[in-house]
């Protein structure tokens, strides 16, 4: 990783610490599991490939793969789901306003050791936040090794 990636990632890490932290609508279990279905639903419609997925409390991860049969940006596929999902989750909450911030954090992988970083980083987060002492005892997580969900 150059050094100007390190400082992008970091970069990217100290706003989401920075975040208002007692905003924590993704917490509430149906609106956890309701992200993880839109996933689905997602890439179904727009040709795009979640095989990593974490809802934390206040944020969400994932490793996004380009299909070759995607016709819709990352931006527009990402788009469609925070709409669905804002809209949804704040009729569960019985609010109103924004639910999720305007911009996405992505991060393009151009090697597979970085890859693997990235996985690894998606798959500890509920531990390195102090939630679980084990990546598998998080719920909010869909991992796909090899094609299958583990």
Request: contains cysteine; glycine residues 6%; charged residues 30%.
């Amino acid at each position: 990783m150059t050094e100007f990636e390190r400082g992008e990632f970091r970069r990217v890490e100290q706003i989401l610490e920075d975040a208002d932290n007692s905003i924590r609508f993704l917490e509430h279990p149906v609106i956890a599991a309701l992200i993880l279905t839109t996933f689905s639903f997602i890439e179904a419609d727009f040709g795009w490939r979640f095989p990593y997925i974490v809802v934390m409390p206040n944020h969400v991860h994932c490793l996004a793969c380009r299909q070759n049969t995607a016709e819709a940006s990352l931006e527009q596929a990402l788009g469609a789901l925070k709409k669905h999902t804002a809209l949804a989750g704040n009729r569960i909450l019985g609010r109103h306003g924004r639910f999720w911030v305007d911009e996405n954090f992505d991060y393009w992988c151009r090697t597979a050791e970085r890859v693997m970083r990235v996985r690894e980083y998606i798959r500890c987060n509920p531990v390195k936040a102090g939630l679980v002492k084990h990546w598998r005892e998080w719920k909010w997580l869909r991992i796909e090794e090899d094609g299958e969900s583990a």
